[in-house]
């Protein structure tokens, strides 16, 4: 009885296991067709045209091509996410990729991208403008990075003949991209004192090497330099030019003909003519009250 007991016991469990199984490959095959169902609809979804960017609309800068910039974006739309929905689908774009890649554009600031709409993603951005060089010496093949008129060094400038932007070198800073090198207040006070100088005066500024965070030597063409404090008013310090060379003792002083005018001590002026010869200081007060005697 024990023997025949086991042998019926064995074939009813045969028999519950075949129902079983179907029901698992039944199961499972019902859910891989709704998965693929699922695939199909959410490709066949994602790719109809009110859901996908079409256009992308770009507005801001003077210098950086827009070309650019919407290949760039066009760039990060390619292709899917998972092989199945487009990067293009107007609620799944890539926006943190696009705002890195075009982050590279170095002269690119205050970015916005935003969607327009379910079929329009709309760019904006600022650019930064070239107002100087920021250069590590002062030969005319050394490394520079441009900077705006804010002082912020943003950008690798490329090798540049001729004067169109004034040269600076800072001898305690390495040259280092994307970070303030001047305040934009001691940039508005050098550019007053070259324009008033080169205004009335036959002097041409060709660069600046600051040795420190007030003092600057600025190099002429043809020779010579104003050592100048730019905490001292642009205007007070060529005041005490003026009337430096109003002097008939300073009258012939142009350009080639002495080493330095160190105009660093308020009115206290000194001219160094050449590298044999002794300096010489002038008093601009004394020079005025001169004049004004003479008057």
Same mark, same amino acid.
């Given at each position: 009885?024990?023997?025949?007991?086991?042998?019926?016991?064995?074939?009813?469990?045969?028999?519950?296991?075949?129902?079983?199984?179907?029901?698992?490959?039944?199961?499972?095959?019902?859910?891989?067709?709704?998965?693929?169902?699922?695939?199909?609809?959410?490709?066949?979804?994602?790719?109809?045209?009110?859901?996908?960017?079409?256009?992308?609309?770009?507005?801001? %800068?003077?210098? #950086?091509?827009?070309? $650019?910039?919407?290949?760039? #974006? @066009?760039?990060?739309?390619?292709?899917?996410?998972? +092989?199945?929905? =487009?990067?293009? *689908?107007?609620? &799944?774009?890539?926006?943190?990729?696009?705002?890195?890649?075009?982050?590279?554009?170095?002269?690119?600031?205050?970015? #916005?991208? /935003?969607?327009?709409?379910?079929?329009?993603?709309?760019?904006?951005?600022?650019?930064?403008?070239?107002?100087? +060089?920021?250069?590590?010496? @002062?030969?005319?093949?050394?490394?520079?990075?441009?900077?705006?008129?804010?002082?912020?060094?943003?950008?690798?400038?490329? =090798?540049?003949?001729?004067?169109? *932007?004034?040269?600076?070198?800072? @001898?305690?800073?390495?040259?280092?991209?994307?970070?303030?090198?001047?305040?934009?207040?001691?940039?508005?006070?050098?550019?007053?004192?070259?324009? &008033?100088?080169?205004? /009335?005066?036959?002097?041409?500024?060709?660069?600046?090497?600051?040795?420190?965070?007030?003092?600057?030597?600025?190099?002429?063409?043809?020779?010579?330099?104003?050592?100048?404090?730019?905490?001292?008013?642009?205007?007070?310090?060529?005041?005490?030019? #003026?009337?430096? &060379?109003?002097?008939?003792?300073?009258?012939?002083?142009?350009? %080639?003909?002495?080493?330095?005018?160190? &105009?660093? *001590? %308020?009115? $206290?002026? *000194?001219?160094?003519?050449?590298?044999?010869?002794?300096?010489?200081?002038?008093?601009?007060?004394?020079?005025?009250?001169?004049?004004?005697?003479?008057?």
């Amino acid at each position: 009885m024990q023997r025949l007991w086991r042998r019926q016991h064995t074939g009813r469990a045969r028999r519950t296991t075949a129902p079983s199984m179907g029901r698992q490959l039944l199961w499972g095959g019902l859910g891989m067709s709704l998965l693929l169902l699922l695939c199909v609809g959410t490709w066949y979804v994602t790719r109809l045209p009110f859901f996908t960017i079409t256009d992308i609309h770009i507005t801001g %800068g003077e210098t #950086v091509s827009h070309t $650019k910039i919407r290949g760039m #974006v @066009e760039a990060q739309l390619a292709g899917t996410y998972f +092989l199945v929905v =487009p990067r293009t *689908f107007t609620y &799944l774009y890539p926006h943190e990729q696009i705002q890195e890649a075009l982050r590279h554009e170095t002269r690119i600031h205050s970015l #916005v991208i /935003q969607r327009e709409g379910n079929n329009t993603l709309a760019i904006s951005f600022e650019e930064y403008i070239p107002y100087a +060089l920021w250069c590590e010496n @002062e030969t005319r093949t050394a490394r520079c990075l441009f900077v705006d008129d804010t002082g912020y060094a943003f950008s690798p400038a490329p =090798p540049m003949r001729g004067g169109a *932007f004034m040269r600076h070198v800072v @001898e305690a800073a390495e040259l280092t991209n994307r970070t303030h090198i001047f305040d934009a207040a001691s940039l508005e006070n050098m550019e007053t004192f070259i324009a &008033l100088l080169e205004s /009335q005066y036959p002097f041409r500024v060709l660069g600046a090497t600051h040795s420190n965070e007030t003092d600057i030597a600025y190099r002429l063409s043809g020779g010579g330099q104003f050592l100048v404090n730019n905490t001292m008013p642009a205007t007070a310090v060529f005041e005490n030019i #003026v009337a430096l &060379l109003s002097a008939p003792e300073f009258a012939h002083i142009a350009p %080639g003909n002495f080493d330095y005018i160190d &105009l660093r *001590f %308020g009115n $206290k002026v *000194f001219v160094h003519e050449g590298i044999e010869e002794e300096i010489a200081s002038s008093s601009v007060e004394a020079m005025n009250a001169d004049e004004a005697a003479d008057n």
